[in-house]
């Protein structure tokens, strides 16, 4: 007995004595870089900020990450809210290994080295156009059921370029990059998307190519329109002839079924927001209506998330909507309405009333007695400025007068 006393001691000493000596990220900004193809990657810049926190940069936004664990010389760095996670080995000045998402069997080669503060090497040429303005874009052209329309933002000061993509879904996120010569270079990483734009401009025209993470590329052409403006989101979705009313019983956290029926609801201006925890979009819209919520819930507004996930049991899918929930403080109902797929075909299946299940988010507006009037498709968030702004001014207009109905 002794003896077992004293190797437990031995180990446990040898064990704290590990963990003490384990050397974390070297603190400083790093420059990341995702392997999408065997001819590209997608960079980004990082900030270690302390032994367990970083900040990852995509123009004017930044993400706190504050999970990072340390096993011997590796270090595992969990994204906030999103499942994917970095798997590292450590040295001093290099990070390699990958970036993971299990739900989607998905792994992205990594590697990322220290005091490089620049996302795309410097530009050798002189660009041969300024970018800033409004470009109309199509996406897949001519490729049947591919084919979408897009509305290029960007913004270009010397050689670096910001700015984004509108679609009828939500916009492609914070990019960040470079002209040179004429050459055309964007990049976000967001944790659950890894988005890559190069593309050639020549005479007010743009074609290039989108990658999205290793598993997804497509071309796209743009030429410069100030004019341009995407279909109305709020025509894009709409109730089949013979609703006027939307239906739905899902399980929330305790499996609950939770239905509009319910009393919580009754006599209530009611906003259905239909969404996925793996969405970005869907992550600035929850922080949006989150936020409305907690500043107006003393008013006849409720909000109700029906959560259509990809994580392939009950129980990771409940796991990542709390994830979702802790992450940007939602106090209103998530549902699980599907998981094992995020298919729109399957989740316009769970809601037969509606024309189609276009994007996600996609919010569902209900007045007091029960009745659709209005149904937005998509989300374009602050990446995209002063739509963003409009937005909101017209989702808190169009509430108002419901609830004063």
Request: aromatic fraction near 14%; include cysteine.
């Amino acid at each position: 007995m002794r003896n077992l006393i004293y190797l437990i001691s031995i180990l446990a000493l040898y064990s704290c004595k590990t963990k003490e000596e384990v050397t974390p990220l070297k603190q400083g900004v790093w420059r990341g870089e995702l392997e999408i193809s065997d001819s590209e990657v997608l960079p980004f810049n990082f900030d270690v900020t302390g032994n367990k926190s970083l900040k990852i940069f995509n123009a004017d936004e930044v993400i706190l990450v504050d999970d990072i664990t340390y096993r011997n010389d590796s270090v595992f760095i969990q994204m906030p809210v999103f499942e994917g996670y970095f798997a590292l080995k450590m040295t001093d000045s290099i990070l390699q290994g990958d970036f993971i998402k299990e739900s989607l069997d998905r792994i992205l080669p990594f590697k990322a080295y220290y005091g490089e503060k620049n996302r795309f090497n410097i530009p050798e040429n002189t660009p041969s156009t300024n970018l800033t303005g409004n470009w109309e874009v199509v996406f897949s052209q001519g490729v049947k059921g591919d084919e979408y329309l897009a509305k290029g933002i960007f913004n270009q000061e010397g050689t670096k370029v910001t700015g984004t993509f509108e679609t009828t879904t939500g916009d492609y996120r914070f990019l960040e990059g470079v002209m040179d010569g004429d050459e055309l270079k964007l990049s976000a990483f967001d944790g659950a998307h890894a988005f890559l734009f190069t593309a050639t401009v020549s005479n007010n025209a743009m074609q290039g190519t989108f990658y999205s993470g290793n598993h997804f590329n497509e071309p796209f052409i743009a030429k410069r329109n100030e004019n341009f403006e995407l279909p109305d989101a709020n025509k894009l979705t709409y109730l089949k002839d013979g609703y006027d009313k939307i239906a739905f019983s899902f399980p929330d956290e305790t499996g609950k079924k939770v239905s509009l029926t319910d009393a919580r609801f009754k006599n209530k201006v009611v906003i259905v927001q239909i969404m996925g925890t793996w969405c970005p979009n869907c992550l600035d819209e929850s922080r949006f209506y989150s936020e409305y919520y907690k500043q107006n819930s003393n008013q006849y507004i409720e909000f109700v998330a029906l959560a259509f996930e990809y994580a392939k049991t009950e129980e990771a899918a409940f796991k990542g909507i709390k994830r979702l929930e802790d992450g940007v403080g939602i106090n209103y109902p998530v549902l699980l309405a599907q998981y094992g797929t995020s298919d729109k075909i399957k989740a316009q299946e769970k809601l037969p009333m509606l024309n189609h299940v276009l994007s996600y988010p996609t919010t569902i507006f209900i007045d007091k007695k029960g009745k659709v009037r209005k149904i937005h498709t998509g989300f374009n968030g602050p990446a995209t400025g002063e739509k963003y702004v409009e937005f909101k001014e017209e989702f808190e207009n169009f509430v108002s007068e419901l609830v004063n109905e």
